[in-house]
């Protein structure tokens, strides 16, 4: 499986592309509406993340100030985590799996590494 290894590069910038429009789906639903149920009050909490969560995911997505716009939405993930779904439970409801906050680790930890690494291939940083 070594061959793999000189893919990296490419592998990379599709995560970062995947995940970016990913996250900027998110935002667009609590922003816009985007095939949601319902949206939050404008102004609120849960609405301003959403707009973080939308310029975030699409400068991501193009990879446009990556290390700012990643490291940004890692800390966002990391306050929605702890407030939204841990709680400061401790018991069962610590667990991600079960207070349904494994995506905002995920994004959370995905984000902090693409701040750390930067941009990669195909992205509005590299063709600085």
Known sequence: ???????????????????GLL???HGAQKVLGLLAEHQPPVGS???????????????????FQTRLAAFLCSGMMAVAYMQF????????????AVNKGELAVVF???FLFMACRGAGKWSLDKAE
Do not use: N, T
């Not at 909490?45 to 990879?63: C, F, N, P």
């Not at 779904?85 to 991600?96: M, N, S, V």
């Open 1 to 19: 499986m070594k061959w793999l290894g000189k893919y990296s590069d490419e592998a990379y910038a599709l995560l970062r592309i995947v995940s």
């Open 23 to 25: 996250f900027a789906f």
């Open 45 to 63: 909490q849960i609405w301003i993340g959403g707009v973080l969560e939308l310029v975030g995911g699409l400068a991501i997505l193009v990879g």
């Open 85 to 96: 779904h841990w709680k400061f439970q401790f018991g069962a409801a610590f667990w991600p």
């Open 108 to 110: 959370c930890f995905l």
